[in-house]
């Protein structure tokens, strides 16, 4: 079989999934990257982007950082619970480690402050021997910020409020209410407080608190807002978890980017009726576009890893338990089953059954229309994708065997073995598509013979391979493990998850 030319559909970003910003000492605008694992420093002059604190190291899943008046750098760990100091001489320490969904974080003077992300989630100053508790009830915190009359600022996001304390403590009072799903409080130079929104519109809401009391709203059109910081010039710099990078947000709504946009992961592909492809990015489904390199966003939709288009419907797993149908047409999720053990790659069957591969339990699965969970085959080591020929025949990946099995009544039977790492899978004129991780390449393997042969190689993945994903940390998911989803379109041509991005893998021989 003749090779595949990989084009990007999207451009990589280098921050994946961005969360927390707040500037530092030597100017930078530092940014914390949960799913990424790492802190970076970005150049907002250039755009550069130096990773500060990698990932592998103690801080694990960073989601808000603040500055000391020492220059030290804090922390939270979002889902290990820890937060900790990163010195001016770059050594690292813990400050604490007992809380609980550590998000939002403030300093004030030499005073630290941070909240919970949970419900009934607690405001607490941190430096002696024990948390200091400001308050409790919050309705899951996140970012916060002191205000101009010398109180810390913070969202319920659960509630659609803001409320503020004195720092010494006290009962909370309620700023406002009825905002739009608030993720972060911010004052710009002037005082005026701006409230972010987590939603797919990227709405901030301005309330003049200290002048006329007016409340404005700005779409942005920046989906998964996460954070903001105001530079001495009271330029405003906007984060997204859902996109990554930094945009520099214009108070008539105008966006420049100073670090591009992108994929998280992204994780699951798959491709619908009219054509359009669509990836599972974790915290939204996305459609990478041409001509641009941009990813645009088609829903927010948490926690999708993989993902399989029916019609106006799609399906979709997490590697945290749950498979769940969302209607694009009314906008209705419906939870298929939950509970299950990382189940990750899902096809649809003839019959509109859902066909999974239960990773962590080594099992595939078939979920029926009124939601009965069924088992097509069992006594795999990690399945982690499944595929269907013209003939009915299923196909299974087990990246921990390296080898891809077909379902013969219930029983696998070795395909083609000796494979490295495979995960995505897909079936098309005679042969199955293999995505292997390890080698960082796709191979087709003949459906007759089981013939292996290498077709297009793969750019390296976007960020680190974890063994496990973090599952229900504090009764809240963590990060989820990479996945390397495949699909074959209409015309034979193949898309594939690598690099951060979705490549069109098409005939060499054909013209872009």
């Known amino acids: 079989m003749s090779g595949l030319r990989a084009r990007r559909l999207s451009r990589p970003t280098s921050l994946r999934g961005s969360n927390g910003v707040a500037f530092g000492p030597d100017g930078r605008l530092y940014v914390a990257q949960f799913l990424a694992g790492e802190i970076s420093a970005v150049d907002l002059a250039t755009g550069d982007v130096e990773t500060v604190v990698p990932a592998g190291g103690p801080v694990q899943a960073p989601d808000d950082l603040a500055f000391g008046a020492d220059g030290s750098m804090y922390v939270t760990d979002l889902v290990p619970g820890r937060v900790w100091r990163r010195h001016p001489d770059t050594t690292v320490t813990l400050v604490t480690d007992q809380v609980r969904l550590p998000n939002g974080i403030a300093c004030v003077g030499d005073r630290l402050f941070v909240n919970e992300m ?70 710009d130079r002037g005082g005026v407080l701006q409230v972010l929104s987590r939603g797919v519109a990227g709405i901030v809401t301005r309330i003049d608190l200290f002048g006329t009391g007016d409340r404005t709203l700005l779409t942005s059109g920046l989906a998964g807002l996460d954070n903001a910081a105001f530079d001495a010039g009271n330029r405003m710099f906007v984060s997204s978890y859902a996109g990554g990078g930094i945009t520099e947000l214009h108070p ?32 939204r489904v996305a459609e990478p576009r041409q001509p641009g390199n941009d990813v645009t966003t088609t829903e927010l939709l948490t926690f999708a890893h993989g993902i399989a288009a029916d019609g106006d419907l ?170 390397a989803g495949l699909a074959v379109a209409a015309d034979r041509s193949l898309y594939a998850v690598a690099g951060g991005s979705v490549l069109h893998l098409s005939p060499a021989e054909e013209p872009s």
Do not use: C
Not at 253 to 273: M, N, S
Not at 324 to 349: C, F, H, N, S, W
């Open 118 to 187: 949970i419900p009934g989630g607690r405001l607490l100053e941190l430096g002696g021997a024990e948390p200091v508790v400001l308050t409790g009830g919050l309705a899951m915190g996140n970012a916060m910020q002191l205000g101009p009359d010398g109180a810390l600022y913070y969202p319920h996001m659960l509630t659609g409020e803001v409320f503020r304390i004195p720092v010494d403590g006290g009962t909370p009072q309620l700023v406002a209410a009825g905002v739009h799903e608030p993720v972060a409080v911010r004052f």
């Open 314 to 483: 799609l399906h979709v797993t997490s590697q945290f338990g749950q498979v769940r149908t969302y209607d694009r047409k009314t906008r209705a999720v419906r939870t298929r089953a939950e509970g299950l053990a990382e189940p990750l790659g899902i096809a649809v069957r003839e019959d509109g059954a859902l066909v999974v591969a239960e990773a962590g339990a080594g099992r595939v699965l078939a979920i029926d229309a009124e939601d009965t969970v069924g088992v097509l085959g069992t006594g795999f080591g990690r399945p982690v994708d499944v595929a269907v020929d013209d003939e009915g025949r299923w196909y299974v990946s087990d990246e921990e065997r390296g080898a891809v099995y077909r379902l013969d009544g219930g029983t696998p039977a070795v395909l083609a073995e000796d494979l490295g790492a495979p995960q995505g899978i897909a079936v098309g004129g005679g042969h199955l598509y293999v995505t292997e991780t390890a080698n960082g390449r796709v191979v087709t393997v003949d459906l007759a013979t089981g013939e292996v042969e290498e077709v297009a190689g793969l750019p390296a993945s976007a960020g680190p391979v974890r063994d496990r994903p973090a599952l229900q940390a504090h009764g809240l998911p963590g990060v989820p493990r990479l996945f």
């Open 252 to 283: 008539d709504g105008r966006t420049r980017e100073i670090v591009p946009r992108g994929f998280a992961g992204p994780y699951g592909v798959t491709i619908d009726l009219g054509g359009t492809v669509l990836a599972a990015d974790h915290y």
